[in-house]
């Protein structure tokens, strides 16, 4: 994976709180806990545990325990990543408190981005309360549940969340010090046009009908969020705009027109990739061409 991929990976997440009733496979959550196992941790002392969380009744409780939070009956497994506290307390004392809540804290991270790469969705919820779920799920005193992540395959439509500009977050030397100059890297909209061919098309609708509902699956989950419609088809020959679709002998032939916003990319050049990098990977062999980058 290179730089734009990864950048394209980090983008294309975001939190998901509704879910299909579709179990996941004891490969996925294999997959996602091993992930999670190599993740830092303070002294490599990995003072973190989870409760895995698939059974219907135990998820109804925690949705209770977390104020009703929808999500959490919802999704096929709860994820209760914990500090334990024994185990970094043993060779740091007071101080491996705070190392307890980083090591689980970047464990449930890589088990969210883990999800994802598995294509599946997440949703990291911290607000419940702590008493009831130490109670539901017996909890000993020296393991304090921090996350409950929520992962299954998502219901509605993912969309992208909006981002501070980093540079409100980073102070350079010190926290009054001077203003630190950083590239700022703005958002882009990116349009790209592909061709399908549907076969047995019927109708001019029923062929654009037919392929915005195949690119669609073949979009859903890992780019859901792009946007498409019905594009332009050019000409081959004088490079001049057609229409949006043709239909010869039952044979249609379809543009379409796909957009993706992509979120702090370093040029339009950049912006080009990751989109192409992003929706290629859905999209595998169909031909994509660039039809524009614009910067939002
Ligand atoms: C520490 C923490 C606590 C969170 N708690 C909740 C929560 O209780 N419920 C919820 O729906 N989302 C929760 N989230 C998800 C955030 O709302 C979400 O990550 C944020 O809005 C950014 O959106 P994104 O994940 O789609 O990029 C939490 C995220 C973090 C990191």
């Known amino acids: 994976m290179d730089s734009s991929e990864f950048q394209g990976f980090l983008t294309s997440r975001s939190s998901v709180r509704a879910y299909t009733p579709e179990s996941l496979s004891e490969e996925d959550i294999s997959y996602i806990l091993s992930c999670a196992g190599t993740a830092p941790s303070a002294g490599n002392l990995e003072a973190w545990d989870v409760v895995v969380v698939t059974d219907d009744g135990a998820r109804l409780e925690l949705r209770d325990a977390a104020f009703e939070q929808e999500h959490i009956r919802q ?25 307890a809540v980083q090591d689980a804290t970047i464990a449930c ?17 911290g607000a419940f309360d702590e008493e009831e779920v130490r109670k539901i799920l017996g909890l000993p005193q020296h393991v304090r549940p921090v996350a409950l992540l929520a992962v299954g395959r998502g219901q509605a439509p993912v969309a992208l969340t909006e ?8 102070h350079q030397d010190a926290w009054h010090g001077k203003v630190r100059e950083i590239t700022t890297m703005p958002d882009y909209l990116v349009t790209l046009e592909s061709a399908w061919v549907i076969r047995d098309a019927k109708s001019l609708d029923d062929a654009i009908g ?21 594009g ?4 081959p020959h004088c490079e001049g705009e057609l229409s949006s679709a043709i239909v010869v002998a039952d044979t249609g032939l379809v543009g379409l027109s796909l957009e993706m916003r992509v ?3 370093e040029s339009q050049d950049h912006a080009e990739k990751i989109a192409k990098s992003v929706v290629g990977k859905a999209l595998r062999d169909v031909p994509l061409k660039l039809v524009d980058v614009r910067e939002l």
């Open 263 to 265: 979120f702090r990319a």
């Open 163 to 170: 981002r501070l500009p980093v540079a409100e977050h980073i």
């Open 109 to 125: 991270t890589y088990m969210m981005l883990a999800a994802h790469a598995r294509q599946l969705h997440s949703c990291w919820t």
């Open 75 to 99: 999704a096929a497994a709860v994820l209760v990543v914990c500090a334990n506290y024994i185990r970094s307390m043993s060779r740091y004392g007071e101080r491996g408190i705070l190392y």
């Open 210 to 230: 037919i392929a915005i509902s195949e690119a669609g699956k073949r979009l859903n989950p890992t780019a859901k969020f792009v946007e498409v419609e019905a």
């Open 232 to 235: 332009m088809l050019s000409c």
